[in-house]
C-alpha cells in the first residue's frame, strides 16, 4: 500500500473457533482496536468462510480486509503471526476483486437477489440429474445440459469449488468469467467456457417441477428455481490486503502448479 496514507486504526474481528476467538484477544490487547465502523482496515481471523463473511458484510464500504489463518484452508488468508502487524499491513498488496449479481425467480413466483464473491452455482436437489438451457447475452448457447449443475465464476473464487468442479483457474486480472459444469452427462465431453467478464449468463431449469433445482450465491441458497441470470458487478469493489512477496496473483499462479 505504498503512498496510501499510514493505517493505524484497525478492527480485529475473528470466527467462533476457539484459536481464532483466542488470538483476537491477543491482538487487541497487543495493538490496541476500534470498532469496525472507524477501522481504516479490518484483521479477520479464521478461515476461507469466515474472510467470506467479513468481505461482504463490507461489500458496501470498500473497506480493506486482512486476513489471517486460524482455520483450515486459509487460501484467501496471510500467515498467522503477531509481530509486526501494522507495518505488515502497511507494506501489503491489494487485490481488488468485483462480485457477481444473482437474480433467481423460483417455481412459487418469487425472485431472490443476492452477491457472490466466489461463484453462484446451480445444484439438483433431488437423484433426478438436473436439465439447464443455458443462455449468454441473450443466445441461446446450450439448448439442453443434463448435470448435476452449473456455475459461474469470478477468478478469485476459481480456486475454490470451480476448480474442484474441473474449471479453469483464473489469473485475477483476466477479466473473465467461468462457466463450469458440475458432472455432465449429456453432452458428456463439454468442460465448460471461458466468458468477458461483462457476459450475462442465464440458466432456465427445464422440467422444474420433476428435476428441481437450487441456486446458491456464497452463502445465499434459493430452491426450486426457474431461472437464474449472474453478471458481474463493476461498481462494487471488494480489497484484500496479502503480505508483501504473496500477492494474491502469486497464490492462483502456484495453483495451477500443484500436483
Not at 441461446?140 to 476448480?163: H, I, K, Q, W
Not at 427445464?206 to 441470470?229: H, I, T
Request: aromatic share 6%.
Amino acid at each position: 500500500m505504498t503512498g496510501a496514507p499510514l493505517i493505524t486504526r484497525i478492527a480485529f474481528v475473528a470466527s467462533e473457533r476457539p484459536e481464532a476467538q483466542e488470538a483476537r484477544a491477543r491482538l487487541s490487547a497487543r495493538y490496541g482496536e476500534v470498532p469496525e465502523h472507524e477501522a481504516q482496515v479490518v484483521v479477520a481471523l479464521g478461515g476461507d468462510g469466515f474472510m467470506l463473511e467479513t468481505l461482504h458484510r463490507h461489500m458496501d464500504t470498500a473497506r480493506p480486509i486482512f486476513g489471517m489463518n486460524r482455520g483450515s484452508v486459509g487460501f484467501l488468508l496471510n500467515d498467522y503471526d503477531e509481530e509486526s502487524l501494522v507495518e505488515r499491513i502497511n507494506s501489503a498488496h491489494q487485490a481488488v476483486i468485483h462480485p457477481l449479481a444473482m437474480t433467481a425467480a423460483t417455481v412459487s413466483g418469487e425472485t431472490t437477489r443476492a452477491l457472490a464473491i466466489n461463484e453462484v452455482s446451480l445444484l439438483r436437489e433431488t437423484r433426478q440429474a438436473a436439465k439447464l438451457r443455458i443462455t449468454v447475452d441473450g443466445k441461446v448457447r446450450m439448448e439442453e445440459l443434463f448435470c448435476d449443475g452449473a456455475l459461474v465464476s469470478t477468478p478469485a473464487g476459481s480456486t475454490a469449488y470451480n476448480f474442484s468442479a474441473h474449471g479453469p483457474i483464473i489469473p485475477l486480472g483476466s477479466q473473465v468469467l467461468a462457466l463450469t459444469p458440475i458432472s455432465a452427462f449429456r453432452p458428456r465431453r463439454w468442460r465448460g467456457a471461458l466468458l468477458p467478464h461483462d457476459t450475462k449468463v442465464r440458466f432456465e431449469v427445464l422440467e422444474a417441477d420433476k428435476r428441481p433445482v437450487s441456486a446458491v450465491a456464497d452463502n445465499c441458497e434459493v430452491r426450486e428455481v426457474v431461472s437464474v441470470e449472474v453478471e458481474e458487478v463493476r461498481d462494487r469493489s471488494l480489497v484484500m490486503l496479502f503480505d508483501a512477496g504473496r500477492p494474491f496473483e502469486e497464490r492462483v499462479l502456484n495453483e495451477q502448479f500443484t500436483a
